[in-house]
T-cell receptor
Framework: GESVGLHLPTLSVQEGDNSIINCAYSNSASDYFIWYKQESGKGPQFIIDIRSNMDKRQGQRVTVLLNKTVKHLSLQIAATQPGDSAVYFC????????????FGTGTRLTIIP | DVKVTQSSRYLVKRTGEKVFLECVQDMDHENMFWYRQDPGLGLRLIYF???????EKGDIPEGYSVSREKKERFSLILESASTNQTSMYLC??????????????FGPGTRLTVL
């Protein structure tokens, strides 16, 4: 079946460096791709989304890149801070049905002081 | 701020017990969701509801049922708990329409252990 997955389960980055979290997807019919952040002991929190007809979208310190040719999604976090330590999930949604999001398995980002 | 609360942070039950997990949101959202989260599997949708008394099965509804009698409250029911239902359960809500279309607001989760 269709799936949304991640290349790496863990990522360690030096504080102040940029982080890149990757995600592979298989459903070429997805309309939206979304990133969520989950801090320890909390529920996931929406970060940013991108529509499938876009290649790039920027938010505050974050950029999402979408490469439909290779079905690859990435989240770039600029100048990572200790507060960025969390598990990051990518998710996808197809319009025309319901509000269902299909989540990937997550990447744990650890910031090294 | 949107607030989604779940009745318990930690819950321990025995096999065969009937378990109720409660979720309440205070922002008049139409849509509500129940997920379970397991290591290496991410979040998987159990059930969702887009209105009072309305429900739809998600990806893994087996062994679960739901109830939505009031707009703000969405309950997940384990009719006869089993050990393979030991997991973190997350409730979420979102309004109908609005930007961004994809933001769901999550509660803190209930970690359920079935012995």
């Amino acid at each position: 079946g269709e799936s949304v997955g991640l290349h790496l389960p863990t990522l360690s980055v030096q504080e102040g460096d940029n982080s890149i979290i990757n995600c592979a997807y298989s459903n070429s019919a997805s309309d939206y791709f979304i990133w969520y952040k989950q801090e320890s002991g909390k529920g996931p929190q929406f970060i940013i989304d991108i529509r499938s007809n876009m290649d790039k979208r920027q938010g505050q310190r974050v950029t999402v890149l979408l490469n439909k040719t290779v079905k690859h999604l990435s989240l770039q976090i600029a100048a990572t801070q200790p507060g960025d330590s969390a598990v990051y999930f990518c998710a996808e949604k197809t319009l025309g049905g319901n509000e269902k999001l299909t989540f990937g398995t997550g990447t744990r980002l650890t910031i090294i002081p | 701020d949107v607030k989604v609360t779940q009745s318990s942070r930690y819950l321990v039950k025995r096999t065969g017990e009937k378990v109720f997990l409660e979720c309440v949101q205070d922002m008049d959202h139409e849509n509500m969701f129940w997920y379970r989260q397991d290591p290496g599997l991410g979040l998987r949708l159990i059930y969702f509801s887009y209105d009072v008394k309305m429900k739809e099965k998600g990806d893994i509804p087996e062994g679960y049922s739901v109830s939505r009698e009031k707009k703000e409250r969405f309950s997940l029911i384990l009719e006869s708990a089993s050990t393979n239902q030991t997991s973190m359960y997350l409730c979420a809500s979102r309004p109908l329409g609005g930007e961004p279309y994809n933001e769901q607001f999550f509660g803190p989760g209930t970690r359920l252990t079935v012995l």
